[in-house]
């Protein structure tokens, strides 16, 4: 450590004895150096950064996967998760707790009433992450089925996530005769 001060200060000796001009020249081009490589603390991301895309991606990927967020890994202890409907996470698709009869009766109940899981959920939870559907300006963008992996699930919503071909004439038409009876045109 005391060798390089004294280098240092042979240095700053040495420099003194030079011409003013030359001086100069050093000073610009030490400092043009330094700028190279220094990066201040304002043009630096936030130490927070890193987490905040960590957590979008985590909710990106729920949504993609449909696992509900309570059962997201920064919302909910592993030993504290319970059974939610729909849920893909692991423990969702591994629970015995719940026996599988109540399972379906609970598929079957919200395939007849649309609003049964927000229902239920709201006494525990009150997000968007309990809807179906949300409309975010002119939007609607899917959060979450609470039918996923159950035998009521939308067959063609399933084909086009599992990346199936489908054609059209695979899903019923409706009757036509009702239709053509019911349609009242106004010209």
């Known amino acids: 450590m005391n060798n390089i001060l004294i280098i240092d200060?042979?240095?700053?000796?040495?420099?003194?004895?030079?011409?003013?001009?030359?001086?100069?020249?050093i000073c610009i081009f030490v400092w043009k150096e330094f700028w190279?490589?220094?990066?201040?603390?304002?043009?630096?991301?936030?130490?927070?950064?890193?987490?905040a895309n960590h957590v979008q991606k985590e909710l990106w990927q729920s949504k993609l996967?449909?696992?509900?967020?309570?059962?997201?890994?920064?919302?909910?202890?592993?030993?504290?998760?319970?059974?939610?409907?729909?849920?893909?996470?692991?423990?969702?698709?591994?629970?015995?707790?719940?026996?599988?009869?109540?399972?379906?009766?609970?598929?079957?109940?919200?395939?007849?009433?649309?609003?049964?899981?927000?229902?239920?959920?709201?006494?525990?939870?009150i997000s968007?992450?309990?809807?179906?559907?949300?409309?975010?300006?002119s939007t609607t963008l899917k959060v979450y089925d609470p039918l996923r992996g159950s035998y009521k699930e939308n067959r063609f919503?399933?084909?086009?996530?599992e990346g199936k071909p489908f054609v059209f004439t695979d899903y019923p038409e409706q009757d036509t005769e009702y239709v053509a009876e019911h349609a009242q045109f106004n010209f």
């Open 128 to 137: 968007l992450w309990n809807e179906y559907y949300v409309f975010i300006g």
């Open 36 to 51: 190279k490589t220094y990066v201040p603390k304002t043009a630096q991301p936030p130490s927070w950064v890193k987490y």
């Open 9 to 25: 200060n042979d240095l700053k000796d040495k420099i003194t004895l030079l011409p003013r001009e030359i001086q100069a020249r």
């Open 157 to 161: 919503t399933k084909r086009l996530r």
């Open 65 to 125: 996967n449909n696992i509900h967020f309570l059962h997201l890994p920064f919302n909910t202890l592993p030993e504290n998760k319970k059974w939610i409907m729909g849920c893909q996470c692991y423990s969702c698709i591994n629970n015995t707790e719940v026996d599988i009869m109540e399972k379906h009766i609970h598929y079957l109940v919200q395939y007849r009433e649309p609003d049964y899981f927000k229902r239920k959920r709201a006494t525990e939870s």
